[in-house]
Nanobody, 123 residues
Framework: QVQLAESGGGLVQAGGSLRLSCAASGRTFSSYTMAWFRQAPGKEREFVAAISWSGGMTYYGDSVKGRFTISRDNAQNTVYLQMNFLKPDDTAVYYC????????????????WGQGTQVTVSS
C-alpha cells in the first residue's frame, strides 16, 4: 500500500516556475514507477511525466517536453516535478501516481493516486 500527497501548487504568471512535490508513505516506494498527470476542467486526465524506480529513466508528454523535469529521492520517499516556462495551458490539477509498470502513459496503469494540487498560470 502506498499513500501519496502532493504539494507545491499555486498561482504563477506565465513564464514562471513551480516545483511540485509528492510525498509517499510505505516502504515499497522505491519499487514503483512514479508519474505525474494533470487534469484541466472539462478535459481528460493527461500524462505529464514518469520516472523509473531507480530514477535512471524518464519520459515526458509532448506538451511539457523541454520545460518540465521529473526527479525522485527514494531516501526521502518523494518525487518532484520542476515546471519552468509555464503557460496558461498548463493550468490544471496535478496528480501524482505510482504503478508497477514502466512505460505506461494511461491512468489505468497506475495503482495509487494522490488527491491533487492546483496549478494556475495567469497570462
Amino acid at each position: 500500500q502506498v499513500q501519496l500527497a502532493e504539494s507545491g501548487g499555486g498561482l504563477v504568471q506565465a513564464g514562471g516556475s513551480l516545483r511540485l512535490s509528492c510525498a509517499a508513505s510505505g516502504r515499497t516506494f522505491s519499487s514503483y514507477t512514479m508519474a505525474w498527470f494533470r487534469q484541466a476542467p472539462g478535459k481528460e486526465r493527461e500524462f505529464v511525466a514518469a520516472i523509473s524506480w531507480s530514477g535512471g529513466m524518464t519520459y515526458y508528454g509532448d506538451s511539457v517536453k523541454g520545460r518540465f523535469t521529473i526527479s525522485r529521492d527514494n531516501a526521502q520517499n518523494t518525487v518532484y516535478l520542476q515546471m519552468n516556462f509555464l503557460k496558461p495551458d498548463d493550468t490544471a490539477v496535478y496528480y501524482c501516481a505510482a504503478g508497477p509498470r514502466w512505460g505506461a502513459r494511461t491512468t489505468s496503469a497506475y495503482t495509487y493516486w494522490g488527491q491533487g494540487t492546483q496549478v494556475t498560470v495567469s497570462s
